[in-house]
Every structure is written in structure tokens, then in C-alpha cells.
């Protein structure tokens, strides 16, 4: 059940979330600890709720664990299904919360909807987007764009210009990891004829798409300042800049016939994303 849960996935949302929040307090906003925590736990809740739906509605041909039966299979799907739901429903009931306590703005309200409407699209039919090639696109714009936006609009209550400008590209370093952990899964994906981006775009158009996807996510970066910010407050996602060079090292020595080390790679490509969030946020918590 904790693997079906894809703990990495629940971590990485975590720390987006972080970020989002930590914003805030740089901008002069007030920190408001109780708003934080029940903003994580509706969040993580939803990014646990889209895991689990998104298993619920896999195809039949494919197992959920090694070795189950079917009846095995049926119960852990239904047993998914209502854990999900129940997910889903505590995030709505977490919303109200805030709504009465604390005043829930519109901008936060369309963020959560949005959340919603995004886990909703990419787990179940007949949109089922994880498996029609839009899937990382899915897991992208909800992990790196739409929870940091409400950690930021849960202290802020309303949007900023430097959160935009900060999440395009911290997006953009999201779906190139995801596009990495699909050339690593590419047979299994095959076999099991699952929709993936790889699959929908083929290794030859993929591979530079991710090199681009990592080249405009730098150069984003380093065009903040003229937006009026400071070079200094973005220079730490700098810091991750080499490996995303090796990245791109990598996945073009393998698309050439170099012999791959998946792991490497996919350590590399979480590494980036991570490291990246981890570093503007600890660079606006210590601001």
C-alpha cells in the first residue's frame, strides 16, 4: 500500500510546498502556522488520492503487486478506491476549515479546484490522462505549479509575479524528470501498452525535448532580474546547474548507443528538480 502511495511523489509535493510558503514571509506576509499545516496535509493528501485513483483505474492486464490473484487484486482495488475517495473528501473538508477560520481568498479556491480537477483528470475515465500521454505533463504542473501556489496563496491570500516567474521554470525541471523516469520504465511500458509521454512522442523527439526543457528552465531562471528581482535570490537554483548539464550528458550518450545506468540517471534528474526547490527555499526561509 506505502509503494502505491509513491512516497517520492508525497516528498517532492512536500517540498514544492514548502516553497510556496516560504514566499510569503520574504514578501513581508505574516507566517501562519496552522494555515501551513493543514495546507500540507491537504495537499499531500491529494497528491496520495491522484497515487491511488490512478491504480484503481490501471489496466486490468497489468498487476498492482507481484504475485496477487485476482481476488487479491479486486479487494486492493476497492480498498484503494475508498482510501482515495475518503483523501479526496478530507481535502475538501480541509478547505472548509480554512474557509471559516481563516478566510479562504479566491485565488486559493480556484488553486484548490484546480488541484482537484487535476487529479481527478489524470487518474480516472474518461479522461484517465495518465495513460493517454499526458500523464507527466499532469504530475508536473500539480507537484511544481499548483501546491506551491497554495502554500504561497494560504500565507498570501492573493498571487505575486516572482511566484509565477519562479514556477514556470521549476516546472519545466519537473517534467524533464518525469520524462527520464519514462525512458527508465520504456519496456515495462511497452509490454504493458501503457500511454506514456515517451511513448506518444518517441525516443526521437523526447530526447530533445528534455535537453530543451532543462536549457529554457536556466535561461528562465537567469531572465528573473528583469522582472525587478535580485540576480542573488535566484542564484541558488544555480547551484544544480552542473548536473543538469551531466543530465543532459547522460541521456544523449544513451540515445546514441551508450550502454544506460538508469539509476544514475534518474538520481541525476531528481537531483535537479529536489535540489533546485530545496535551495529557494531555504533561501527565502533564511531571507
Do not use: C
Not at 497528491?47 to 490512478?54: H, R
Not at 528552465?217 to 528581482?229: K, N, Q
Amino acid at each position: 500500500m506505502l509503494r502505491l502511495s509513491r512516497p517520492l511523489h508525497l516528498l517532492l509535493a512536500a517540498l514544492t510546498y514548502l516553497l510556496g510558503a516560504s514566499i510569503p514571509a520574504y514578501l513581508g506576509k505574516p507566517f501562519q502556522p496552522v494555515v501551513f499545516a493543514l495546507g500540507l496535509a491537504g495537499v499531500l493528501l491529494a497528491q496520495a488520492g491522484m497515487a491511488f485513483l490512478s491504480e484503481v483505474f490501471r489496466s486490468y492486464n497489468e498487476p498492482l503487486i507481484a504475485g496477487e490473484t485476482p481476488r487479491q487484486k479486486e479487494i486492493l482495488r476497492n480498498n484503494l478506491l475508498y482510501i482515495s475517495v475518503g483523501m479526496i473528501a478530507t481535502d475538501a473538508v480541509i478547505a472548509f476549515i480554512i474557509h471559516l477560520n481563516f478566510t479562504l481568498t479566491l485565488p486559493a479556491f480556484l488553486f484548490l479546484l484546480s488541484s482537484i480537477v487535476l487529479v481527478l483528470a489524470y487518474s480516472i475515465p474518461p479522461f484517465h490522462l495518465a495513460n493517454r500521454g499526458f500523464g507527466e505533463l499532469i504530475l508536473a504542473l500539480h507537484i511544481a505549479y499548483v501546491i506551491p501556489s497554495i502554500g504561497f496563496l494560504f500565507q498570501a491570500g492573493e498571487n505575486s509575479r516572482l511566484l509565477t516567474i519562479l514556477l514556470i521554470p521549476l516546472t519545466m525541471l519537473a517534467l524533464a524528470y518525469f520524462l527520464v523516469v519514462n525512458f527508465t520504465t520504456f519496456p515495462d511500458d511497452q509490454k504493458y501498452e501503457r500511454g506514456t509521454l515517451l511513448r506518444r512522442l518517441t525516443w526521437e523527439r523526447a530526447v530533445p525535448l528534455h535537453h530543451s526543457l532543462i536549457a529554457f528552465a536556466y535561461l528562465a531562471f537567469a531572465l528573473i532580474p528583469l522582472f525587478g528581482f535580485s540576480l542573488n535570490l535566484i542564484a541558488p537554483a544555480f547551484l544544480t546547474l552542473p548536473f543538469a548539464v551531466f543530465q543532459i550528458f547522460q541521456l544523449r550518450a544513451i540515445a546514441n548507443g551508450g550502454k544506460p545506468n538508469w539509476k544514475l540517471l534518474t538520481s541525476t534528474a531528481l537531483a535537479v528538480f529536489g535540489l533546485t526547490t530545496y535551495f529557494l527555499t531555504l533561501t527565502f526561509w533564511l531571507r
